[in-house]
């Protein structure tokens, strides 16, 4: 689409180089509301998952495989809010862009490593939950905080490892168009990352979450029949309540996740217009601020320590001991 000032002149990115790009007319008053929406966007996204990160990391009673897993969605997460947003929506709201090839090719990494890195999290909570519901007198050996952080490391190695050889396959910038941002690859690595960072995880992560609600489905039933006033039913019952429940708040982050990303994939892949894949992309940025609200729902640890945290009693003494899944005073 060609756009044109007022005075139906082209206008360019840079009016110096001949093949910069073709800037897009935007009216001051709607960059000025689009800047003020993606901006609440970012600092509502940043906020929220930074309250999970001093969460998990200041309570120690938090200090579990399970949080260890979901502090690292949730540093994923503000760091798409913190590095991501503001610079997309730079690009997006100026439709030039005006940073540089080097600092292109950096956006794209961390853009690639933090969307790699979230999908690559919720393949470890996926199995983390599994474990948990269907091998739970295993879950202990199986599942430690040693284990978990070693999973996570690998994770966040690989992702980078992944991104930088993505990068290193293409380039960033045509020739004919200097003034954008986005990545010029084959059609061999485009169809092994559309399996390698979406369709082999979704497989294995709905897999995963197929067979745990089915344990989860017939241990209710076991329970229901068994119990009839011995506490030792009745303590198994409460703790298989509480990993079904467990279960299911996470299954529905990874539904969430979903839910952003299949329109994105199927449109990208389909070719439609530049508009629509704008849209489809703020949504998947906008899963990460959803995150954070789902564990509000359904954490009543996570409302606690957040008043905890607003209020600053986390900087009273021995506030990192303080068991928050009970009634507490400060």
Request: proline residues 3%; glycine residues 4%; positive net charge.
């Amino acid at each position: 689409m060609t756009y044109e000032t007022e005075d139906h002149e082209t206008q360019y990115c840079f009016p110096a180089i001949n093949s910069s790009c073709i800037k897009g007319k935007r009216s001051s008053h709607e960059s000025n509301i689009m800047y003020v929406f993606f901006s609440l966007l970012s600092a509502w996204t940043v906020f929220l998952n930074l309250l999970v990160i001093i969460s998990i990391s200041h309570f120690k009673k938090l200090h579990t495989p399970t949080n260890l897993i979901i502090l690292s969605l949730a540093v994923a997460d503000m760091l798409v809010g913190l590095i991501v947003m503001p610079v997309d929506a730079i690009k997006l709201i100026e439709t030039c862009w005006y940073f540089g090839d080097t600092f292109c090719d950096v956006f794209m990494i961390i853009m690639g490593l933090l969307i790699s890195t979230s999908i690559c999290n919720l393949v470890l909570i996926a199995v983390d939950r599994y474990v948990a519901v269907c091998h739970p007198l295993l879950y202990p050996q199986k599942i430690t905080m040693t284990k978990t952080l070693i999973s996570i490391c690998l994770c966040w190695f690989f992702s980078s490892t992944y991104n930088i050889g993505y990068l290193v396959s293409g380039r960033y910038f045509e020739a004919s168009q200097r003034s954008d941002c986005y990545p010029m690859v084959g059609f061999a690595w485009i169809v092994t990352d559309l399996f390698m960072c979406f369709i082999f995880p979704c497989i294995l992560i709905i897999s995963l979450y197929l067979r745990i609600f089915y344990v989860v489905h017939q241990q209710v039933k076991v329970i229901n029949t068994l119990m009839k006033g011995d506490k030792c039913v009745i303590k198994g019952s409460v703790r298989s309540k509480s990993e079904s429940k467990a279960a299911l708040t996470l299954g529905i982050i990874v539904t969430v996740y979903l839910l952003c990303w299949i329109p994105y994939y199927i449109c990208s892949i389909s070719g439609v217009s530049s508009i629509t894949i704008n849209v489809l992309t703020w949504f998947v940025f906008s899963n990460s601020g959803l995150n954070p609200m789902v564990y509000a729902l359904f954490y009543p640890w996570f409302k606690k320590t957040v008043k905890l945290i607003l209020t600053l009693k986390i900087f009273q003494p021995a506030s990192s001991l303080l068991n928050i899944f009970t009634e507490h005073k400060l």
